[in-house]
């Protein structure tokens, strides 16, 4: 099984936007509407929060959010950082979200988290991604450590928040996923046992990287 490490995830990114001309809005849009359509199929009903931090894992969330608001499901993005921290592509995708008006709320009290992801029936986590290192901190700990208290689906996007994408080493906190969806292939941290009892099942969702840019 072809499993990527953090480099490699780094590679693949910068090699289809920079030799095969694939924009990083390109990726973004594929890599949102493919889990979306998966958080469709996996919890076809029930209201949805969507967490986001501020990089390319939470611009992926508002397009998650975009499309399952265009399946007419009932879902919020709830930040927990100031929009206008966001650059790039994940600035535009929030930018987006904004203009489409969806349900947005920004929540840095960590006292608010819990009123806020309370009455979801599905929680995403696009708070932190491939690139993350060491424990999460702040809102973000805080962020996770409510919606793993939460009586909520669990569904992670890439990686549980936490989690090391190539050791499997779990943070204090992590993310305890229900579903993890991962973007092109497993990570080298999957294999792990450790890994394995936060991320529950996990599907690859393809944002149409070609099969050559891929390591055998």
Do not use: W
């Not at 930040?79 to 904004?98: E, F, H, K, Q, R």
């Not at 292939?185 to 944002?207: D, P, Q």
């Amino acid at each position: 099984m072809l499993r990527l490490t953090r480099q490699q995830v780094r590679q693949i990114d910068q090699t289809a936007i920079e030799h095969y001309g694939m924009s990083g809005l390109v990726l973004m849009e594929n890599a949102g509407r493919g889990a979306a359509e998966a958080i469709h199929r996996i919890a076809p009903s029930g209201d949805l929060v969507v967490l986001c931090g501020k990089g390319n894992n939470a611009g992926d969330g508002y397009v998650i959010a975009r499309h399952l608001d265009l399946m007419n499901r009932t879902v919020k993005v709830v930040s927990v950082v100031p929009l206008g921290s966001l650059t790039g592509d994940a600035a535009a995708n929030a930018n987006i979200a904004v203009r489409a008006g969806l349900d947005i709320e920004v929540v840095e009290d960590p006292a608010e988290l819990e009123a806020t992801l309370g009455s979801a029936a599905i929680l995403v986590d696009c708070l932190l991604g491939t690139g993350a290192t060491g424990d999460p901190q702040g809102v973000y700990a805080d962020a996770v450590r409510t919606a793993n208290a939460a009586d909520a689906i669990r569904i992670a996007i890439d990686i549980p928040t936490g989690l090391d994408v190539d050791t499997g080493v779990p943070g204090e906190p992590t993310f305890q996923a229900d579903a993890t969806l991962t973007f092109v292939a497993e990570k080298t941290g999957f294999a792990t046992k450790e890994a394995r009892e936060f991320l529950g099942i996990v599907e690859v969702i393809s944002i149409g990287i070609p099969k050559k840019m891929l390591p055998v």
